[in-house]
């Protein structure tokens, strides 16, 4: 069973990091290559990214991706074996409940979101953790 697990887990992170640079690359394809010209006026910033710093933020996005992915993963498997999960009108709770469950859900994660990225603000974490999203001074898709 334990194998099953990580096996579905893994799956799950490789989806993840798949569908994360289709989408990458579509936005940079439109933004940078197709429209770019016609954009760079909006643009923050007037100089350009170097391709090293296209490579080291697609490096770490890539391990963010999988990091978040595989912890998603386990975090649906854990909540989908130990918890009842309400996936419509029922009549044991009724659409109150089934709306107001999608509220105290967002409430939950930008709460867990906001004091998680403050923990990796840290002295400690910060230079292990998060000090890379912060060197990305010119993001790019």
Same mark, same amino acid.
């Given at each position: 069973?334990?194998?099953?697990?990580?096996?579905?887990? /893994?799956?799950?992170?490789? @989806? %993840?990091?798949? #569908?994360?640079?289709?989408? $990458?690359?579509?936005?940079?394809?439109?933004?940078?290559? =197709?429209?770019?010209?016609? =954009?760079? +006026?909006?643009?923050?910033?007037?100089? $350009?990214?170097?391709?090293?710093?296209?490579?080291?933020?697609?490096?770490? $996005? =890539? $391990?963010?991706?999988?990091?978040?992915?595989?912890?998603? %993963?386990?975090?649906?498997?854990?909540?989908?074996?130990?918890? #009842?999960?309400?996936?419509? #009108?029922?009549?044991?709770?009724?659409?109150?409940?089934? /709306?107001?469950? /999608?509220?105290?859900?967002?409430?939950? +994660?930008?709460?867990?979101?906001?004091?998680?990225?403050?923990?990796? +603000?840290?002295?400690?974490? @910060?230079?292990?953790?998060?000090?890379?999203? +912060?060197?990305?001074? #010119?993001?790019?898709?």
């Amino acid at each position: 069973m334990e194998g099953l697990i990580l096996e579905v887990v /893994f799956a799950e992170a490789v @989806y %993840a990091a798949k #569908n994360y640079f289709i989408f $990458s690359a579509a936005a940079f394809f439109l933004f940078y290559v =197709l429209f770019g010209k016609l =954009l760079k +006026h909006r643009k923050i910033q007037s100089r $350009s990214s170097e391709i090293k710093e296209w490579l080291r933020e697609i490096g770490f $996005s =890539l $391990s963010s991706v999988l990091i978040f992915g595989t912890v998603a %993963a386990l975090t649906f498997h854990v909540s989908a074996q130990s918890t #009842n999960i309400y996936w419509g #009108n029922n009549d044991k709770y009724g659409e109150v409940y089934y /709306f107001l469950s /999608f509220i105290w859900v967002m409430f939950l +994660h930008d709460t867990y979101f906001y004091w998680m990225h403050r923990l990796m +603000h840290t002295p400690k974490l @910060y230079q292990f953790v998060h000090k890379t999203h +912060h060197r990305s001074t #010119n993001p790019s898709p």
